[in-house]
């Protein structure tokens, strides 16, 4: 089988095996045994991880390449011939897809080993649930000797032949807040006797809107969304308590530590003018994917001919590669693979443009020769 045959047969395969995060059990299976059968002896990383090495002709650096194994809890509904196997469990991102590109390349560096330097190739556990198999992948020692990391990811709004590779922030920190007020109830027509919860809640989600408007650099992207609000339960009963659910995406660290302040600041000052309080819980999601200049401009200038580099905007959406790149140099790329009939990513039709896959092995196989 030629290996462009062999490229969306694996993808086919996996396809059909999703699994949740940390349950990777029969993915790892399927990626040891075709690993083997390439003549490499991959080691257990994080449980249901696997990591391998293919060493050059003479020391020098080492770069590894990543790509996720989870799936996500969906009901496949794409009548593909090759659709998932597993009930409720769906390759609805394209991580079937990173994990055939990296094996591919692994195959190809089996055959032809690098001059000089070694590649370590990484298949991680749970990108789709926080706090993210990477922190785990890093605990078991996956970067240990690693001079850079990159990896990709398929991106279903852009058509195959197109990417984005670029210094600076690719996506962004993808954090959740909840604030309860907690004011005191009562009779609609005695409000001096009250704290109440609606108005100080109304007051907070206008004040929280000045945040991006009026407290961050315009030059420092970023978005403070309030997307519930719940409180009260009748026109003649002042609301005891409130809740607002909200989300915050930024690309800079110290704009991110700025905002979650701020949401403190003004939930505890606002009910405070009226003798009440609030709780906030702050999360933080996935950091922002922050490419090295240095090791993003490499790769970049080594794929000239292969695809069309777009200028693009970072992503507002959030990847758990960010961890790596916080640890050591790095890049992401992110890789066209629009079907014919487009759906988002994590929507049961879900799919992608196939002819993404080996384009994507030429990407990662020619980033890893610019770096080594
Ligand atoms: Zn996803
Ligand atoms: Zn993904």
Not at 90 to 107: N, P
Not at 286 to 300: F, G
Request: with cysteine.
């Amino acid at each position: 089988m030629d290996w462009n045959t062999q490229l969306i047969e694996d993808r086919r395969n996996l396809h059909q095996i999703p699994e949740l995060g940390h349950e990777e059990h029969e993915t790892q299976a399927y990626l040891r045994q075709a690993l083997k059968e390439a003549g490499l002896e991959p080691q257990t990383v994080a449980k249901t991880g696997l990591m391998v090495d293919i060493l050059g002709r003479s020391p020098g650096n080492r770069v590894a390449v990543r790509a996720e194994m989870d799936g996500l809890p969906l009901v496949e509904d794409t009548g593909l011939a090759f659709q998932s196997r597993h009930a409720g469990r769906m390759h609805a991102c394209g991580h079937d897809g990173h994990m055939a590109m990296v094996l591919a390349v692994a195959r190809r560096f089996q055959e032809n080993p690098p001059e000089a330097g070694s590649v370590r190739f990484i298949f991680q556990p749970a990108e789709e649930q926080h706090p993210g198999g990477a922190l785990d992948m890093m605990a078991d020692g996956c970067l240990e000797g690693v001079d850079r990391i990159i990896g990709l990811h398929l991106q279903s709004p852009m058509p195959a032949g197109q990417a984005v590779l670029h210094p600076g922030a690719m996506m962004a920190n993808s954090d959740r807040f909840r604030i309860i007020i907690h004011g005191r109830g009562g009779h609609a027509s005695e409000p001096e006797a009250t704290q109440d919860a609606v108005l100080m809640g109304a007051q907070l989600v206008a004040q929280l809107q000045t945040i991006v408007s009026r407290r961050v650099p315009a030059t420092d992207p970023a978005v403070v969304t309030c997307g519930a609000f719940h409180a009260g339960s009748a026109a003649n009963i002042i609301a005891d308590s409130a809740e607002i659910l909200g989300t915050v995406r930024t690309l800079s660290a110290s704009v991110q530590s700025q905002i979650a302040e701020e949401i403190e600041h003004m939930a505890s000052t606002i009910t405070a003018l009226y003798g009440a309080r609030a709780d906030v819980t702050y999360t933080r999601g996935y950091p922002a994917v922050i490419n090295d200049a240095q090791t993003a401009n490499r790769w970049a200038a080594a794929l000239n001919g292969a695809v069309q580099l777009m200028e693009h905007p970072p992503i507002m959406g959030g990847e758990d590669f960010s961890h790596y790149l916080n640890r050591i140099p790095g890049a992401f790329l992110l890789l066209g693979a629009r079907p014919q009939q487009y759906y988002p990513h994590h929507s049961p039709h879900f799919t992608i443009d196939e002819s993404a896959l080996p384009i994507g092995v030429e990407l990662l196989w020619r980033g890893v020769q610019a770096l080594l």
